[in-house]
């Protein structure tokens, strides 16, 4: 049998001192447990820098929550995104990510994520739609999103919506320090499944807060592996997408961005940025 290779994410400087939190770090290590590296666990300053950002990030959202409307354009929302983050300062991180075209993504109904802004697009009655902003600030990124209904919906894509952002809660309630980034999904899928629903598998949450897209990677289904340890100054998102049928879901040919259910039956999701702490997860998208 060949041994497993530890993966040795943590070090310490040749002839530096192991303070308490290093031995507390390479203990989890030494287990053969994923840890991260010392570049995830975030200064003050830099969590304070990310939490500006996330000022800004929340003040977009809160600009769409009054403006949101039926007969409104999905390309109005990006406009009114653009104006607002450049109005403070910052810049919203899709723009040219990757050659995304625009400044938020914008997912109606059965479309998951990464949904693109369009004139053409026009919010209708029953309509649920996904709000996904980030912003970067002094370098520093947040990233956030929220579900709206327009008008009077369905009671089964009311329970969806519902149902998506106590996933969020959940998700968040499950993450402790100095456990492990497997209890997210696995709390956040219980909590689907009792309901009925079933949980995206193919895109996940993230560490972010220098770039957009950092370790680790944050599934939201039981992936039955503990994932990467929790260490306090961790900063990363949650962000499950919850499906009404099935979890499996297809990238459109036209774009190479939207994602969309496999059965084109509704999906919902809510995304806040967070930061461990020696107590748990700190919200730092409100
Ligand atoms: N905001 C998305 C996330 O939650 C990422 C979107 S990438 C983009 O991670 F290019 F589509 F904006
Ligand atoms: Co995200």
């Known amino acids: 049998m060949k041994p497993k290779k530890i993966i040795k994410n943590w070090s310490v400087p040749k002839g530096q001192e192991l303070t308490e939190f290093d031995k507390k770090v390479l203990a989890f290590q030494n287990r053969g447990e994923l840890v991260p590296k010392r570049k995830l666990i975030k200064t003050p300053e ?3 820098g990310i939490r500006r950002s996330g000022v800004v990030n929340t003040g977009v959202l809160d600009l769409i929550e009054r403006e949101i409307h039926i007969g409104m354009s999905t390309a109005e929302i990006d406009r009114l995104v653009y104006e607002y983050t450049t109005d403070h300062g910052a810049i919203p991180a899709p723009l040219n990510y990757e050659g995304f075209p625009k ?5 109606i109904n059965e479309v998951v994520c990464h949904g693109i802004p369009s004139d ?9 739609i996904n709000v996904d902003v980030s912003t970067i600030l ?26 998506a952002k106590e996933c969020l809660e959940i998700g968040q309630a499950a993450a402790k320090p100095w456990g492990f980034v497997g209890d997210i999904g696995k709390a956040i899928a219980k909590h689907a499944h009792a309901n009925g629903f079933s949980v995206v598998r193919d895109l996940c949450g993230h560490g972010v807060g220098l770039a957009f897209h950092e370790d680790p990677e944050v599934d939201h289904y039981n992936t039955h592996r503990n994932g990467m340890l929790l260490v306090p100054g961790m900063v ?3 962000e499950p997408m919850i499906n009404m049928g099935t979890w499996e879901v297809f990238v459109d040919e036209e774009d190479d961005w939207t994602i969309v259910t496999e059965d084109e039956l509704p999906s919902a999701q809510w995304e806040h940025t967070f930061v461990m702490t020696e107590h748990g997860l700190e919200i730092l998208t409100h």
């Open 46 to 48: 830099q969590i304070e």
């Open 103 to 107: 400044s938020v993504c914008t997912s």
């Open 120 to 128: 053409d697009e026009i919010l209708e009655e029953g309509d649920i």
């Open 138 to 163: 002094d370098g520093y990124y947040s990233d956030a999103s929220r579900m709206f209904i327009l008008g009077e919906t369905t009671p089964e894509k009311a329970k969806l919506v519902r149902v």
């Open 236 to 238: 990363f998102t949650i």
